[in-house]
Every structure is written in C-alpha cells, then in structure tokens.
C-alpha cells in the first residue's frame, strides 16, 4: 500500500474532485488503513467481493460504497440494497430497472451514467447520441438520482488522446446539468483532472498491484 502516493495525489487534485479508491482485490483491513486517514469512498466491481468486505466493515458508517464494476441484471437488487452509489450503468434498460427496484426498496442510490466516447470492444457505455435522444425519458425515472456521467478510456491512448475524450464526457455532462464526471484512472488521472473530472478511481497507486 503506498500511502504516501495517496497523500500526495489529494494534496495536488483541486477541492472539487473526490478520490474514489478502488479497493476490489484487495481486503477489508486495507480498506480501514486508508480509512484511518480520511478516505471514506471506495469502489467495488464484483457484488460478492465487496458483501463480504461490506460484512467486515459494517461498523465504519463513514465508509461510502461505490459499485463501479459491469453490471449484470439479476444483480441490480443487491447492487441497490448495498450501494449508495452506482457508476456503472451502461443501458436504458438498466436504469430503468435499477428505478423500479430503487422504488420497491424505497433506495434513492446516486447515479453515473457510462458513457462511450471511442469504439472500444471491451468498453460498455451508452452512446451520446442515444443519451440525448432518451434524456427526458431518463429525467422522469424516480427514485435514482442521477448526478454525472462516467467513462473508461481504452488502454494505450497518448496523454492527449485521453484529454480529449474526457473533455467530450465534461462537455456532454455540462450540456445535460450533471455536476460529476467519473473519469480518470491510475495510469491517465491527471487528463481526467485536467478535463473537469470529479470522481477520479484509483487502484494500484494507492494500493499496489493486485496479486
């Protein structure tokens, strides 16, 4: 764990943009060693994984979970009734049964939609064309509240390839009155920052490489 890589990236991003930290493979007292420091948001992609660190840590109600990973749908139920927070939903069809469960569960989880800005095969995402075309639609969902958009850059991009598809996510976000953009990872954060990102997700340099 490398927490002096942590302190150091906090002290440079402006007020206004969060660490998430992503926390997936690795275990839960590694998540209270970070936590001991002041970092409360952490980011889970596999629901088992992160119910059994959820489990461990249920006393730290400071901690705020993020479910950031692809999402299946018969998962959603359990995605809703464990996460505050949900980045990842990559359809219509999604949020919109993520809304129905949310009302059943009477939960209001905070909602980044994925957007893909490249063709990238191994990206989920929707497309911005599709976003606008169904955004009244998506405005008259109840229960979810729906505050950014989220995206993954394909790997192997330059520095300034990865501003520029980051600053179309800002730019569309901005279009649509969403605050957040979830953006950014270890190895291409300082674009994301640069382009307006307000949840930046880091693995490996706060915690290593994964075993």
Same mark, same amino acid.
């Given at each position: ?12 991003? +402006? /007020? ?9 493979? *690795? ?5 209270? $060693? ?7 948001? *952490? ?31 018969n ?7 464990? *996460?505050q ?8 069809e ?14 209001? +989880? ?6 893909? *800005? ?9 497309? +911005? =064309?599709?976003?606008?075309m ?12 729906? $505050? ?9 991009? /330059? ?11 800002? /730019?569309l ?8 953009c979830?953006?950014?990872? /270890?190895? =291409? ?14 693995g ?8």
């Open positions: 764990m490398n927490l002096s890589n942590y302190l150091e990236i906090k002290n440079k991003i +402006p /007020s206004n943009v969060n660490i998430l930290a992503v926390s997936k493979g *690795f275990k839960s007292q590694e998540i209270k $060693t970070i936590q001991d420091i002041g970092q409360n948001d *952490f980011g889970e992609s596999k629901f088992q994984e992160a119910f059994e660190k959820q489990l461990i840590l249920k006393d730290f109600k400071q901690i705020h979970w993020h479910f950031i990973g692809r999402i299946q749908s998962k959603i139920k359990k995605i809703v009734q464990n *996460f927070y949900i980045h990842s939903v990559d359809s219509f999604k949020l919109q049964k993520i809304s129905n469960i949310s009302c059943e569960e009477m939960k209001n +989880p905070i909602i980044m939609l994925q957007v893909k *800005f490249s063709n990238d095969p191994t990206k989920g995402g929707l497309n +911005p =064309d599709f976003l606008m169904k955004w009244r639609e998506i405005q008259e969902l109840k229960n979810i509240r729906l $505050t950014g958009l989220m995206t993954i850059n394909p790997k192997g991009l /330059s520095s300034k390839q990865n501003l520029e598809l980051f600053k179309k996510c800002r /730019s976000a901005d279009s649509l009155q969403l605050p957040d979830s953006m950014g990872m /270890s190895g =291409d954060w300082q674009e994301a920052v640069e382009a307006g990102s307000t949840w930046i997700r880091l490996s340099l706060i915690f290593g490489q994964r075993s």
